[in-house]
T-cell receptor, first 107, second 118 residues
Framework: KNEVEQSPQNLTAQEGEFITINCSYSVGISALHWLQQHPGGGIVSLFMLSSGKKKHGRLIATINIQEKHSSLHITASHPRDSAVYICAAEYGNKLVFGAGTILRVKS | DARVTQTPRHKVTEMGQEVTMRCQPILGHNTVFWYRQTMMQGLELLAYFRNRAPLDDSGMPKDRFSAEMPDATLATLKIQPSEPRDSAVYFC????????????????FGDGTRLSIL
């Protein structure tokens, strides 16, 4: 069964902290997506990666194919980073979503 | 900035009524996705189109749901008859894919249609 597990489910951090959200998938995939859903409900695609590492501003996404694991890092976190972060694994023509990580960054 | 446009943003209707949700993908994108989000199930893929052809709609209840792309600028998702359990936020997204892959670039999401079936 194609599964995607995210951890933690909830995360509260102080402004400025380094944050890591983890995502594990069960079988071989063609790509891994990281999405951000704002409190208002809008969804933004942050990264799509199949190997290595990608960086955009304070966000870094990594993937380890052998360990079937991906991480999303946020450096120097800010209250505006508060959102739900969702990973999704691409299996052929199917996209399987994790349950999401609710992040709250306090000032 | 180009964006995916979904209409309506909100819809409240009674059980048994037909519901039609519309999506205008970003011009030039060749893939369109319909997703449903609920508190219980999270995000789920309902249907996936490439070059207007349905590639995968296995996530969609076939007896009451239908998805079409009558042209490159319009995708529709219909529910007939609607049921209270269909209450959810429905997202449309568009992107670009080459070859056999699902996508080659991150998808762009619309703002969603919040559907309530009474």
């Amino acid at each position: 069964k194609n599964e995607v597990e995210q951890s933690p489910q909830n995360l509260t951090a102080q402004e400025g902290e380094f944050i890591t959200i983890n995502c594990s998938y069960s079988v071989g995939i063609s790509a891994l997506h990281w999405l951000q859903q704002h409190p208002g409900g809008g969804i933004v695609s942050l990264f799509m990666l199949s190997s290595g590492k990608k960086k955009h501003g304070r966000l870094i996404a990594t993937i380890n194919i052998q360990e079937k694991h991906s991480s999303l890092h946020i450096t120097a976190s800010h209250p505006r980073d508060s959102a739900v972060y969702i990973c999704a694994a691409e299996y052929g023509n199917k996209l399987v979503f994790g349950a999401g990580t609710i992040l709250r960054v306090k000032s | 900035d180009a964006r995916v446009t979904q209409t309506p943003r909100h819809k409240v209707t009674e059980m048994g009524q037909e519901v039609t949700m519309r999506c205008q993908p970003i011009l030039g994108h060749n893939t369109v996705f319909w997703y449903r989000q609920t508190m219980m199930q999270g995000l789920e893929l309902l249907a996936y189109f490439r070059n207007r052809a349905p590639l995968d709609d296995s996530g969609m209840p076939k007896d009451r749901f239908s998805a079409e792309m009558p042209d490159a600028t319009l995708a529709t998702l219909k529910i007939q008859p609607s049921e209270p359990r269909d209450s959810a936020v429905y997202f449309c997204a568009s992107g670009w894919a080459l070859g056999q892959g699902y996508s080659n670039q991150p998808q762009h999401f619309g703002d969603g249609t919040r559907l309530s079936i009474l």
